[in-house]
C-alpha cells in the first residue's frame, strides 16, 4: 500500500471518529434525557433506576399548569408571528430603498434590539404598556418579543431582496401598475418562501425565550418560565417526557420536510 493510501485511509478514519463524537456529543444528553422520561424514579435520573412505566406521560396530561403554560407559548408565538413579519419586512424593504449613507444608520437602529440584552427588552416594555394602563401578560409578552424578533425577520427579507430584479418592478411601473399592484404581484410573491422562513424562526424564537418573558408576563406564564419556576422546588419526570415530546415533533417534522422537498416536482 502506497503512503498517500495509508495517508488518506487515517484521515478518513479521524473524519468518521470526529463524526461520532460530534453526534454522540450532540444526541447523547437528548438520550439521557428521554430515558429518564421511563423511569419510575421520582426525580429525572437513569443511573438510579427502578423500572420501566408511563405514568409521567399521565401526570403531563393532569398537569394543567403546564397544559395552559404551553397553549399561552403557542398563542404569544402566533402573536409575535403577526407583529414580527410585517415589521421586519417593512424595515427590509426601507432599508432596500434607503441610500447608502441614511441606510447604514438607520439598519444599525432597526438591528439593535437584537444586541440588547432580554431583560432590558423585558422591563422596558412593561415600563412602556403601563403608561397606557396595559398590565403585564400575554400582549405585553408579544410586544417586548416582537421588539427583537422583527430585527431576524428583517434580516431574512433583506437578504433576500438583495437578490430580487429591481427591473421587474421597474417595467411594471412603466407600463401603468400602481405600487400596490406592484407589491402585491411581484414583490411579495418572491418574498413568499422567506415569509415562511420567517414566520418559522420567529416562532421558535419566542416559543423558547425566557430572559425577556419572564419580565414582561407578569401572572401569567408561558411553558419555559413554568418550567424554569419549578427548578427552584426540583423537578420531576412530567419535564422530561415534555422533552421527549418535543424532540418527536422535531424530528417528525424535520423528516417530512426532508420528505416532501425530496419528491420530484409535477
Not at 72 to 98: C, D, Y
Not at 112 to 117: A, E, F, R
Not at 166 to 192: C, K, N, Q
Request: proline content about 3%; overall charge positive.
Amino acid at each position: 500500500m502506497s503512503a498517500s493510501a495509508a495517508d488518506s485511509r487515517s484521515a478518513q478514519l479521524v473524519l468518521n471518529i470526529y463524526v461520532g463524537l460530534f453526534v454522540l456529543y450532540l444526541f447523547l444528553p437528548l438520550a439521557v434525557m428521554s430515558a429518564a422520561a421511563f423511569n419510575s424514579y421520582g426525580y429525572p435520573s437513569v443511573t438510579q433506576w427502578r423500572g420501566f412505566t408511563l405514568e409521567w406521560f399521565v401526570a403531563l396530561a393532569h398537569d394543567q399548569r403546564l397544559l395552559q403554560g404551553l397553549v399561552n407559548s403557542v398563542l404569544v408565538a402566533l402573536g409575535v408571528i403577526v407583529v414580527s413579519i410585517p415589521a421586519g419586512l417593512s424595515g427590509a424593504l426601507i432599508l432596500t430603498r434607503l441610500g447608502q449613507r441614511s441606510g447604514t444608520m438607520l439598519y444599525s437602529v432597526l438591528v439593535s434590539p437584537v444586541l440588547t440584552p432580554g431583560i432590558i427588552l423585558g422591563i422596558s416594555s412593561l415600563i412602556f404598556w403601563r403608561q397606557f394602563g396595559v398590565a403585564g401578560g400575554l400582549f405585553v409578552a408579544v410586544m417586548a418579543q416582537s421588539s427583537f424578533i422583527a430585527s431576524y425577520a428583517m434580516l431574512l427579507f433583506l437578504a433576500r431582496l438583495q437578490r430580487q430584479d429591481r427591473t421587474l418592478e421597474e417595467a411594471a411601473l412603466d407600463l401603468g401598475a400602481s405600487h400596490t399592484m406592484v407589491f402585491r404581484r411581484i414583490t411579495l410573491p418572491f418574498l413568499a418562501p422567506t415569509c415562511f422562513t420567517a414566520a418559522v424562526v420567529a416562532f421558535l424564537q419566542s416559543f423558547e425565550n425566557y430572559n425577556t418573558t419572564v419580565f414582561a408576563i407578569g401572572g401569567e406564564w408561558t411553558l419555559v418560565t413554568e418550567i424554569a419556576s419549578r427548578m427552584r422546588f426540583g423537578l420531576s419526570p412530567v419535564i422530561n417526557v415534555v422533552g421527549v415530546i418535543f424532540v418527536v415533533v422535531t424530528l417528525l417534522a424535520a423528516t417530512s420536510y426532508v420528505v416532501l422537498r425530496g419528491k420530484p416536482k409535477r
